[in-house]
């Protein structure tokens, strides 16, 4: 073969990131194959990975079974739970006198808004009496409750309402190296790298390390997280800042055990608001996730700890909270030349919708998809690749920034500074204008790769309260009665997957006493 | 109700077996656990399905003995109206429960609630003095050997999942005006198991599969013998 054909690849990094991408590539690529690319892994041996990440989106049901991982076996060991979507606490106004409200983004809606019937006009209009988030989905009602998405009878990987999993990323990240080393033939180098080299082209082909050999490619991921070794370092490829839109550049994160082994677990996680951030609870099957992602701009860290400490109550005491400093903006490009850029090293915009890994599996994706074997389509791919994830991270930004700038929360300068027009990207502007007087439709989200799509956008736009005023246009909504014969099927759904399905806590430990069956 | 607690001399000392008390405690089950060992007689009554416990979401191999849930056609006033009976119908009131999950120890338990158990003498005590007696030893055995035989149909099941051999199928049973439909089971599906790549198949040869896995295939056919019953 000529040397122009891409036969190495060269994985710097072994977090969420290098994991998955190692899997996805090592799958999709066919690695066990010896016609085919040869991937190794290169991980620090003395630099932890960053551990935290305990979110995912349902997609990550699909790479899981799509690289041969049995769904029990991956949550008894990562600890992990199910996860229907996310309340969030105190969002819309200030809270009085301890009282709370929330509301449900969940991650199942009965009818899709944008493939056929889109509720939101009508009940905009009044058609339910519930809540947005309780009337156009069941899934809301069973989280709340602590329901589980499924039962242990229902196939591995199956749903019977849509779920993704909360996860130890500690774990997790152990779990995948054990699968994609033993399983996928990837091969696994445990070394620093001490120095990057380049040819003439600019394109990196050796790295050099602490061992006594150094390691030759002709194509390179970079996922050595916040270093960012060789997009940043060694290509020198510029960071995009986005503080001025998203405020919230640090984390305290702290690990709660459970009281005791009956403790309900939630099945969605708990996004509360709080005066200059907002905090996540998540629950693991042995114990909880919990943290304040806060911007150092208007409140201190001591502040900050007694704000945790005051939410997790008596339970904290004793445990230490770690300090995250968070980047928050993207790469001026992800990919350049034959080196691309996936997980911290590539972007980070805040855990608020807990996306990033659901990033890291679409790049991986999109790079085992379109992988170049010849030197010579690594361009056309650098421009789709780079054009397509700022897209997907501005749409990002953006889909985040929501949950701020439309909040009536005023009570201190960090939710007045969030409303702040010039903090507010352009592209949500428009849209906020347009959904003054017309809910959203399927045409504002129109791009294949939408990371947030219409019924998201809805469940904040209408759990946060925005006003859309339709009185001007009530003539064109005059389906009233599909609209109501829909919100009482759900109702009745409802009702039935109450009677149905098992706690949350009792599937499982089914789950991890006996395991699901495949069919 | 049952109440299935260990069987403990003290405690149930003075009970008895009423050795011919009938079917009453299936009278109500249209699913009846099978081991692979039965599935050659089994397979000459009723169809042999897989169904998933509630409980555990676990595979268990069944006798289908009814068109609809509550339903069981062979039973009928004391009598059993097939020439197989299974073997888990004749256990009843005993059951081996494992002291562990991986042991091979058992200890025997009772359904304290069984019609067949009598507090006045009736039948067959079940001990001498706190010693068991021949019907407690050779019952108790029964009931060990059956929990031994359902373990290694739980590998054989296992291993047919392995293979991709058994699916999901509705069961939808009509004739003339009456129409049942059973969901929840599962049976072995004979273009898989044509399609299966020779060694796969060979290795179920290996393991004595293959004449419980046609008779599986076979026993699907009696679902008109549940419909003369059902008449
Ligand atoms: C507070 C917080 C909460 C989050 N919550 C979520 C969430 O809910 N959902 C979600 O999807 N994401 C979340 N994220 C993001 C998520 O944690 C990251 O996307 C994920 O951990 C991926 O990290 P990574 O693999 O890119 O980097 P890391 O985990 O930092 O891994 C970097 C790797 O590079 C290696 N390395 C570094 N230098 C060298 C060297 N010189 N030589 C060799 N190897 C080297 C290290 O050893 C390590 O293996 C959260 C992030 C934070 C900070």
Request: glycine share 6%.
């Amino acid at each position: 073969m000529s040397s122009k054909t891409i036969n190495q690849v060269v994985i710097v990094g072994g977090g969420t990131a290098g994991w998955l991408t190692a899997a996805i590539l090592a799958t999709k690529l066919n690695c066990r194959d010896s016609k085919s690319v040869q991937i190794t892994l290169v991980e620090s041996p003395t630099i932890p990975i960053l551990g935290v990440g305990e979110g995912t989106w349902p997609t990550i049901r699909n790479t899981l079974q799509m690289i041969g991982i049995d769904e029990s076996e991956f949550m008894r060991e990562c600890d992990a739970t199910f996860k229907q979507g996310a309340e969030f606490v105190n969002w819309r106004d200030t809270p009085k006198d301890g009282e709370t409200h929330s509301y449900f983004h969940p991650l199942s809606a009965v009818f899709h808004s944008a493939y056929d019937f889109n509720l939101a006009p009508y009940w905009l209009l009044g058609s339910s009496p519930l809540p947005y988030d309780h009337a156009t989905t069941s899934q809301s009602r069973i989280s709340q409750l602590g329901l589980a998405p499924k039962k242990i009878t229902t196939p591995s990987y199956a749903a019977i309402q849509n779920y993704s999993y909360h996860l130890n990323a500690n774990k997790f990240a152990e779990f995948l190296k054990k699968h994609v080393t033993n399983k996928l033939g990837v091969k696994f180098i445990s070394a620093n790298v001490t120095q990057v080299h380049l040819d003439e082209e600019q394109h990196i082909n050796r790295l050099s390390t602490d061992i006594e050999q150094d390691i030759i490619g002709d194509f390179f991921v970079d996922c050595s997280g916040s270093k960012a070794l060789l997009i940043g370092d060694a290509l020198n490829v510029g960071w995009h800042s986005i503080d001025d839109v998203i405020f919230n550049d640090t984390a305290l994160a702290m690990q709660v055990p459970y009281p005791d082994e009956n403790t309900p677990i939630a099945s969605h996680t708990i996004a509360t608001a709080q005066e200059a951030g907002w905090t996540w609870d998540i629950g693991l099957h042995n114990r909880r996730g919990v943290g304040y992602v806060y911007s150092s701009r208007h409140t201190s860290d001591e502040r900050a700890e007694e704000v945790l400490r005051a939410y997790i109550g008596e339970e904290a005491e004793g445990i230490e909270a770690r300090k995250i400093p968070l980047n928050l903006g993207y790469r001026k490009q992800f990919w350049k030349g034959n080196c691309v850029a996936i997980g911290m090293s590539a972007a980070f915009v805040e855990p608020l919708e807990a996306s990033a890994i659901f990033l890291v599996e679409a790049a991986a994706n999109m790079l085992a998809d379109t992988f170049p074997r010849h030197k010579s389509s690594l361009g056309f791919v650098e421009s789709s690749f780079n054009k397509t994830f700022k897209l997907r991270w501005d749409k990002s930004i953006d889909f985040i920034k929501l949950h701020y700038c439309i909040s009536n929360r005023a009570d201190t300068a960090y939710w007045r500074d969030n409303v702040d027009p010039s903090s507010i990207p352009e592209s949500l502007k428009l849209k906020l204008e347009q959904w003054k007087y017309q809910p959203p439709t399927k045409y504002d989200f129109d791009y294949a790769f939408e990371p947030f799509v219409l019924d998201s956008y809805l469940f904040v736009l209408y759990g946060l309260g925005y006003s859309t005023n339709l009185a001007a246009d009530e003539s064109r909504y005059n389906d009233n009665k599909i609209a109501q014969a829909k919100f009482s099927e759900i109702n009745l759904l409802t009702q039935r997957l109450v009677d149905e399905l098992p706690t949350h806590r009792q599937l499982i430990d089914k789950v991890y006493q006996f395991g699901f069956q495949s069919i | 109700m049952t109440t299935i607690v260990p069987l403990d001399s003290q405690k149930h000392q003075s009970l008895s077996l009423i050795s011919n008390a009938g079917y009453a405690h299936i009278q109500q089950s249209h699913l009846l656990p099978l081991t692979v060992h039965e599935f050659a007689m089994a397979a000459t009554n009723f169809p042999i399905v897989f169904v998933k416990d509630a409980q555990t979401g676990q595979f268990k191999a069944c006798a289908l003995v009814g068109l609809k849930p509550e339903q069981n056609l062979f039973s009928k006033n004391s009598q059993w109206l097939g020439s197989y009976i299974p073997e888990f119908a004749k256990l009843h009131p005993f059951v081996a429960v494992k002291t562990e999950a991986n042991s091979d120890k058992y200890v025997i338990c009772i359904d304290e609630s069984s019609e067949s158990l009598s507090q006045k003498g009736e039948g067959d005590k079940l001990f001498n003095d706190s010693v068991a007696s021949e019907v407690l030893t050779q019952r108790g055995n029964a009931a060990v050997a059956w929990a031994q035989k359902s373990d290694l149909t739980d590998a054989f099941i296992r291993h047919l999942l392995e293979v991709e051999i058994i699916q999901s199928q509705s069961l939808s049973i009509s004739k003339e005006d009456q129409s049942y439909n059973l969901t929840g089971c599962y049976v072995v599906n004979e273009a898989a198991l044509n399609n299966l790549d020779p060694q796969v198949f060979m290795s179920l040869k290996d393991k004595g599969y293959l004449a419980p896995i046609y008779a599986a295939l076979l026993s699907l056919n009696q679902v008109g013998n549940l419909l003369k019953l059902a008449d």
